[in-house]
């Protein structure tokens, strides 16, 4: 999977159709608040998509699916894993996406590399997390066990793919291997939906791993 300044079509369909995994979706909300000229492509996309759903002929319904519907609804009781919780994150500095959510501690990632927990967006092991990188560091050479969507709020970093700046958005999956380095003079503060962790290359990677996790 190729880098991208912007979500791939398919992850821009999911979104605008609510199908997109809400760790995901966190991120190319985020992406959509600092880069708002990519909603024109989305509400294209949604239009387009009604337009079709309008040619196509409606399908009978079963016998009785109302009334089973119905049933369903009267039977259903809450859930508390779906209970809504208050927004504790009111931090302005941030896009507004994020500012709904519940933030863990800064915690130490490698020399300059920090990250912190955005709690309550997730789907298995998929999270998000906010990733803030030292002017002149690295993060780690690694790849991935599944996909990381990442989004660039301040700062700048650099691959071998180019230069990402503020809005730009990266998609990775276990066929990229990079190593992102911040080239601003300021640190680089990026959001992330990272499925499971980050993968170290090498034998010096299977010893640091332990000691390196996002």
Same mark, same amino acid.
């Given at each position: 999977m190729s880098a991208r300044r912007h979500p791939s079509e398919e992850r821009l369909l999911a979104f605008e159709a609510g199908t997109l995994s809400a760790p995901e979706a966190v991120v190319v909300a985020t992406h959509l608040a600092l880069q708002p000229q990519t909603r024109a492509w989305t509400h294209l996309a949604r239009a387009v998509g009604g337009a079709v759903l309008e040619e196509q002929e409606p399908s009978p319904l079963k016998a009785g699916a109302l009334e089973s519907i119905l049933a369903r609804l009267d039977d259903a009781e809450p859930r508390p %894993? +779906? *209970?809504v919780t208050r927004p504790r994150n009111t931090d302005t500095s941030l896009p507004a996406p994020l500012r709904g959510f519940e933030l863990? $501690?800064? /915690?130490? =990632?490698? $020399?300059? #590399?920090h990250v912190r927990n955005v709690l309550g967006p997730r789907d298995g092991d998929c999270r998000v997390i906010l990733l /803030? !990188? *030292?002017s002149?560091?690295?993060a780690p050479r690694h790849t991935h066990n599944g996909v990381e969507l990442t989004c660039v709020i301040e700062g700048a970093y650099a691959t071998q793919d180019g230069v990402f700046e503020p809005g730009d958005f990266e998609e990775a999956d276990p066929s990229v291997l990079h190593q992102p380095r911040v080239v601003s003079d300021t640190p680089c503060l990026c959001v =992330? =939906?990272? %499925?499971?962790? !980050? #993968?170290? $290359?090498? /034998? +010096?990677?299977k010893i640091l791993a332990p000691f390196v996790r996002l």
């Open positions: %894993d +779906l *209970a863990g $501690p800064w /915690r130490w =990632a490698g $020399p300059g #590399v /803030r !990188i *030292a002149g560091q690295s =992330a =939906a990272l %499925d499971g962790q !980050i #993968v170290l $290359p090498g /034998r +010096l990677g």
